[in-house]
């Protein structure tokens, strides 16, 4: 409770215990000497929806990685565009845990099972902030469907 003697010890009471009367140790701060910290502009804002992709600003995988530390931004990647899904994850339809999972990294493949182009280009558009290359998936994307004639299985009555 160390900020709270901190806060007794700049005030001082005085005989009358009126509320008007209580006197701090410094002059009072009034409210236009209060300053409040201003996040950072944003190297990497979201940029105009009609932007193409080729005309991102490239991001460089290593920025990529550390947007979380650096600026507290929750980027992820598909098909080689960042996405800033910071603002997203609290709405995200399925759910904040598969988004936080895949921060700094590219989740492509993942992404493609779930969701359609015409979702990507509803939600996901507004949310480019570049394009970057190289960043890696941590998964590898498992084959969707072998089929037997591939594994030369020759057998009748598979047609
Ligand atoms: C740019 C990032 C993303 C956007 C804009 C986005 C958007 C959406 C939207 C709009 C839905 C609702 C489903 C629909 O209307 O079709 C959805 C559902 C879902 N998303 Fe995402 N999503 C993103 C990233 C991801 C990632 C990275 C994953 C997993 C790897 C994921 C997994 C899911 C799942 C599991 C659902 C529920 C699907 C269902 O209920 O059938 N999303 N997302």
Redesign the pocket.
Known sequence: MGWLQLNRQNITPSSTHNNSTLHKDHSTTHIEDIHIDNPQPRCYPPVAIDLPDASLPFVPAPTVLDAESRDHRLW?V?DNIV?D?TD?ISE???GST??NS?VGKD?SW??WR???QE??RV??RG?RVGRTNGVKNPFREPARYVGLRRLGNTDEGWD
């Open positions: 992820l598909i996405y899904c997203l995200h339809p399925g598969v988004i895949f989740c993942q992404f779930f969701h359609t979702r990507m939600y996901g949310l």
